[in-house]
């Protein structure tokens, strides 16, 4: 449904989430090793996600990302939006060009109700909440 790159920055955020803080920070290495991405691919995405202040880095011997705790809850559509965009949410299933209620495909009304559910779920849902889940074992990040 998502690309893999939004995938594996899910995961990488989560992993964050789970194991930094702003007095422990994770490197790009014990993220890619942890969610199986190559470095240079991972340190990408971290970029992409720092840059849209989703998450916070410092440089340096004790640098490496982490989750702000000042910053307010952050909903998971921000993670797919910055990666993937919005198209997830409102293009084809088909990846027809021109779907609408107007002319839409053969399984656009089926779709409609799916795709506004995944959307809010991602509205809904935080970093934070989701991390919170994995901490307290209700839910698992790997394999």
């Known amino acids: 449904m998502f690309s893999k790159s939004c995938e594996y920055a899910i995961r990488a955020i989560l992993y964050i989430m789970?194991?930094?803080n702003v007095?422990?920070?994770?490197s790009?290495?014990?993220?890619s090793r942890s969610i199986g991405t190559p470095r240079h691919f991972t340190a990408k995405l971290l970029q992409r996600l720092s840059k849209q202040n989703i998450l916070s880095s410092t440089k340096g011997p004790h640098g490496g990302f982490y989750i702000d705790p000042n910053v307010p809850q952050?909903?998971?559509?921000?993670?797919v939006?910055?990666?993937d965009g919005n198209a997830i949410f409102?293009?084809?299933?088909l990846g027809l060009?021109?779907?609408s209620e107007e002319h839409p495909c053969p399984l656009h009304h089926h779709y409609k109700g799916i795709r506004?559910?995944?959307?809010?779920?991602?509205?809904?849902?935080t970093i934070q909440q989701v991390g919170t889940e994995i901490i307290q074992s209700k839910s698992r990040l790997t394999d």
């Open 116 to 125: 506004a559910d995944l959307k809010n779920l991602f509205e809904q849902q």
């Open 28 to 31: 790009i290495d014990a993220v």
């Open 23 to 26: 007095d422990k920070k994770v």
């Open 97 to 99: 060009q021109e779907c």
């Open 74 to 79: 952050i909903p998971l559509i921000r993670v």
């Open 90 to 93: 409102g293009g084809c299933v």
């Open 18 to 20: 789970v194991h930094a």
């Open 81 to 83: 939006e910055a990666i």
